[in-house]
């Protein structure tokens, strides 16, 4: 408690900072997965559309001020944009007191609870089963790639680059500190560590928080509420990720994340004697030969049964019905096929956790969990609601293909079973992942590390 008052004082000082207007933002103390922590609240109600905060674009920290610092602006000229940042938070940290950031340095954790900076026990015990373990692994692999390139060169001026700040523990957690407070502002297409922002404003996948973005006429970073917001409420930034990739970049979940979803691979039977013929019909409606789809817990796109009815039709003159826009289903062995690959799908995946629903259930409700047993198990119950949420569905549009009887005792419409779930398939014209896109925080940096960026849609599984 004794730290959330000190950090709540902290924040409230940055109000203070010449330009940066904040008259609708509070700062107030909340229970978090792990203690207190600090958060940004409406001062007084707030109407839709208004804009809450102004920040004055000489606060904001980004990569012109790494490459322009006296201790590591050379290496960060030369090295991807979260990477310089990085060094230039070690290097801030170094000076202490002296740092002309040291009100913005003081609201940043020294780390976050990242599966990045996990040990692999941890992540093999806490972790098993969920897709969230092998991205974990890969990213820790490619930031231990990143650091390995850079130790010869800070290694090799000792006194410039002392070994007690630039190390790979502090390096490490420092890049996850950067990675889960630095916004992107697709308009100035950088990020940046923005005071208030950066540390207090949590996110949300629900689309009823706050945008954020650059102003060029304002030559400022403004935060515009989305929606009306009673005075005391918290204001959240809106971030479309699911909670896995949350998690990996903040260290933190969202409950009841709407953007939650899992990424359902797709491909064509190498062996099939139409692959050729399939592969140039994909092609020409902007997709590969494997594919990921996101399959949400109410929720999953037209266009991953689309692509698997074509994968798995097996009379040529059905590829003319294919559709990728609609739910058109070819035939009912064509359909039963399908729903059957699904539901394998599903019983693979909730086979290769350790642990049933029924018992992460129960591990969820201990009082003694660590925080990272406590945000890993709430991860696994997220990925679980949405496999058993799927099969659910897949089961209600087997039944009347098996002939089944419903409910009413009558066998029910192929066409029409599961309307209710699929009703609210959202349109995905092109490409299955564009929905991402407004992930470009993880989209961009050509020199970044291969896992900054999401696969671009038609370029196939990794």
Not at 96 to 114: F, I, Q, R
């Amino acid at each position: 408690m004794a730290q959330a008052l000190a950090l709540a004082d902290r924040f409230k000082g940055l109000k203070e900072l010449p330009g940066l207007k904040a008259d609708a933002c509070g700062v107030q103390r909340m229970t978090g997965d792990v203690g207190e922590r600090v958060a940004i609240v409406a001062a007084r109600d707030v109407r839709d559309k208004e804009t809450v905060m102004v920040i004055p674009e000489n606060l904001a920290v980004t990569r012109v001020d790494a490459e322009s610092h006296p201790v590591v602006g050379p290496l960060a000229a030369e090295a991807s944009e979260l990477t310089a940042l990085t060094l230039w938070l070690l290097a801030e940290r170094a000076a202490g007191a002296g740092s002309n950031y040291a009100g913005l340095l003081a609201t940043l954790p020294e780390s976050t609870l990242s599966p990045l900076l996990w040990s692999d026990a941890e992540l093999e015990e806490l972790m098993a089963g969920s897709p969230v373990l092998p991205e974990a692994r890969s990213r820790k692999k490619a930031l231990a790639d990143t650091w390995a390139a850079l130790a010869p060169k800070l290694a090799a001026d000792p006194a410039r680059f002392p070994a007690a700040v630039y190390n790979e523990a502090a390096f490490c957690s420092a890049f996850s500190v950067i990675v889960a407070t630095a916004a992107f502002l697709p308009a100035a297409n950088c990020f940046a560590l923005l005071p208030l922002v950066s540390g207090a404003m949590a996110r949300t996948g629900n689309g009823n928080g706050c945008d954020l973005d650059f102003d060029p006429e304002l030559n400022a970073v403004v935060v515009t509420a989305v929606r009306p917001y009673r005075a005391g409420s918290e204001m959240l930034l809106n971030d479309g990720r699911p909670n896995g990739e949350l998690l990996l970049a903040t260290g933190t979940l969202q409950d009841n994340n709407s953007s939650d979803f899992l990424s359902w691979p797709a491909g064509l039977v190498p062996a099939d004697r139409y692959y050729m013929m399939k592969s140039q019909v994909l092609e020409s409606m902007g997709y590969s030969a494997a594919e990921e789809f996101p399959v949400y817990a109410d929720r999953m796109p037209i266009q991953l049964l689309a692509y698997l009815r074509l994968s798995r039709v097996a009379d040529p003159a059905l590829l003319a019905k294919c559709t990728f826009e609609a739910d058109v289903e070819l035939s009912q062995m064509n359909e039963y096929e399908i729903l059957q690959i699904l539901m394998g799908d599903c019983r693979e995946r909730l086979a290769s956790y350790t642990k049933s629903y029924e018992e992460d259930v129960k591990i969820a409700q201990q009082s003694d969990l660590s925080p990272k047993e406590r945000l890993a198990v709430k991860l696994r119950l997220g990925e679980k609601r949405i496999i058993n949420a799927t099969m659910e569905a897949v089961r209600r549009r087997l039944a009347p293909i098996r002939g089944i009887p419903t409910k009413s005792g009558q066998l029910a419409d192929p066409n029409s079973d599961l309307k209710e779930i699929f009703d609210t398939i959202e349109s995905i014209p092109t490409a299955p992942l564009r929905l991402m896109q407004g992930l470009v925080s993880w989209a961009r940096g050509d020199d970044d590390p291969e896992w900054y960026g999401k696969k671009k849609p038609g370029q196939g599984r990794k």
